[in-house]
Nanobody, 123 residues
Framework: QVQLVESGGGLVQTGGSLRLSCAASGRTASNYAMGWFRQAPGKEREFVAAIARSTGYTYYSDSVKGRFTISRDNAKNTVYLQMNSLKPEDTAVYYC????????????????WGQGTQVTVSS
């Protein structure tokens, strides 16, 4: 079992930055592939970024590539999502997820989810 708690969301203007954190407890986060997903009102949850379990390779959706960076600090059992050059279309609830697979770009790959943190980008 892994418990995930996101933090760092908030209100920011277009072009601004935020860093989301996902603190894992219960099991070592480095044993899992970690991902960030987001869900806007009326839309399905979508993939944002992932970091592979063993290799540390990173994956991004086309909509955030070049603006967002996923990273992990194994010593702190925490995964981060640095979000730069934010746009109004980035507004959503952001969820952290952990999965036993090597890596994953789909929600079905992940076994554990956090409660989400709201990110709102004003125009």
């Amino acid at each position: 079992q892994v418990q995930l708690v996101e933090s760092g969301g908030g209100l920011v203007q277009t072009g601004g930055s935020l860093r989301l954190s996902c603190a894992a407890s219960g099991r070592t986060a480095s044993n899992y592939a970690m991902g960030w997903f987001r869900q806007a009102p009326g839309k399905e949850r979508e993939f944002v970024a992932a970091i592979a379990r063993s290799t540390g390779y990173t994956y991004y959706s086309d909509s955030v590539k070049g603006r967002f960076t996923i990273s992990r600090d194994n010593a702190k059992n925490t995964v981060y999502l640095q979000m730069n050059s934010l746009k109004p279309e980035d507004t959503a609830v952001y969820y952290c997820a952990a999965g036993a697979s090597a890596y994953g770009l789909k929600t079905s790959v992940y076994d554990y989810w956090g409660q989400g943190t709201q990110v709102t980008v004003s125009s």
